[in-house]
């Protein structure tokens, strides 16, 4: 079956560029997380989301910095004039409901480096 | 300040052999304690999960301890085995009440494990 899936792979911008990366989660899976790796640290939280609606974005840095969810499935993390601060690897992960014991699994995460 | 702390930062065993990583945190509301492993390039893969009230669980060769009034958990590896170098991360979710959210997980920097033929 098919894991998270995330596009692109790698992707390089210029400072002051905006950036869209996409999450396709496991599908029925109404839990979708974003992080942030920064390298040689633990992934940061950014954002979750249950079902179509953010249930928790404290961890947005900053307004350049949004996410949607529009549908319940597939989500975008879109980042505006982007800072060469922003280069990290960045995670996504979907669960199958919020519960303690719901497994995270996650994808094998976009690397934007911003120039 | 909500923080987890691992350590060693990274350790080289021989193949074989046991290990024991170590993880401290200071979260509060605690909800629950996981381990992941990742992978160079991969995204970190759930080895358990540990509410308040459990003290070990095991996965396989993989066995966590939890002790939450030190408010500390160990990863033991038996038999250490070359595919098992990778990364290894704690993380506690800050909850609210028993249970909580899944919301805000509290990352460490992990524990970067190699294993030597």
């Known amino acids: 079956g098919a894991g998270v899936s995330q596009t692109p792979s790698n992707k390089v911008t210029e400072k002051g560029k905006y950036v869209e990366l996409r999450c396709d989660p496991i599908?029925?899976?109404?839990?979708l997380y974003w992080y942030r790796q920064s390298l040689g640290q633990g992934p940061e939280f950014l954002i979750y989301?249950?079902?179509?609606?953010?249930?928790?974005d404290s961890g947005l840095p900053n307004d350049r910095f949004f996410a949607v969810r529009p549908e319940g499935s597939v989500s975008t993390l879109k980042i505006q004039r982007t800072e060469r601060g922003d280069s990290a690897v960045y995670l996504c992960?979907?669960?199958?409901?919020?519960?303690?014991?719901?497994?995270?699994?996650f994808g094998p995460g976009t690397r934007l480096t911003v120039l | 300040k909500n923080q987890v702390e691992q350590s060693p930062q990274s350790l080289i065993i021989l193949e074989g052999k046991n290990c024991t990583l170590q993880?401290?945190?200071?979260?509060?509301?605690?909800?629950?304690l996981r381990w992941y492993k990742q992978d160079t390039g991969r995204g970190p893969v759930s080895l358990t999960i540990?509410?308040?009230?459990?003290n070990t669980k095991s996965n396989g060769r993989y066995t966590a301890t939890l002790d939450a009034d030190t408010k500390q958990s160990s990863l033991h590896i038996t038999a250490s085995q070359l595919s098992d170098s990778a990364s290894y991360i704690c993380?506690?979710?800050?909850?609210?009440?028993?249970?909580?959210?899944?919301?805000?997980?509290?990352f460490g920097k992990g524990t970067k494990l190699s294993v030597k033929p």
């Open positions: 992960a979907s669960s199958p409901g919020t519960g303690v014991y719901n497994e995270q699994f």
């Open positions: 599908s029925g899976h109404t839990a």
């Open positions: 989301f249950q079902g179509t609606g953010a249930a928790d």
């Open positions: 993880c401290n945190y200071t979260v509060s509301p605690f909800s629950n």
């Open positions: 540990m509410t308040f009230s459990e």
């Open positions: 993380v506690v979710s800050a909850g609210i009440g028993y249970g909580g959210s899944q919301g805000n997980l509290i």
